[in-house]
């Protein structure tokens, strides 16, 4: 499980890399601003409520189809936000989540492996 701020004394933290093994990510990337590229292994399974609200400089993410579980307003805040690639399918984005993705964020389709989703 990753909490806390990862973010606490790197203020120019641009890339992440997850490492294999992880199971959840919390709220370790809340704030920040620099953030602009995450790359999430395939034992994830959760991404908490919150995890990437206020990363500014977040343009796209992907998700790997083995996430079962994201909470309320995990991109809120992420006012560059334009694409979200989940490789899983589009029943099972429907299935773990809510277009509650967060306010600020100027996500309008989720690109899926069998189609892709708009609001």
Not at 63 to 74: A, D, L, N, R, W
Request: proline share 2%; aromatic share 8%.
């Amino acid at each position: 499980v990753i909490y806390g701020s990862a973010c606490h004394g790197f203020t120019n933290l641009e890339t992440v890399i997850i490492v294999e093994g992880i199971v959840t990510i919390g709220n370790a990337f809340y704030g920040c601003a620099s953030l602009s590229s995450v790359q999430i292994p395939t034992t994830v399974v959760e991404i908490a409520r919150g995890a990437f609200s206020d990363c500014t400089s977040l343009v796209s993410i992907t998700i790997p189809g083995s996430v079962t579980t994201i909470g309320e307003f995990v991109f809120s805040g992420c006012s560059a936000l334009t694409s979200i690639t989940f490789t899983g399918t589009m029943a099972q984005w429907n299935a773990l989540i809510s277009w509650n993705l967060g306010e600020g964020q100027n996500v309008k389709t989720i690109h899926c492996k069998d189609g892709d989703l708009s609001r």
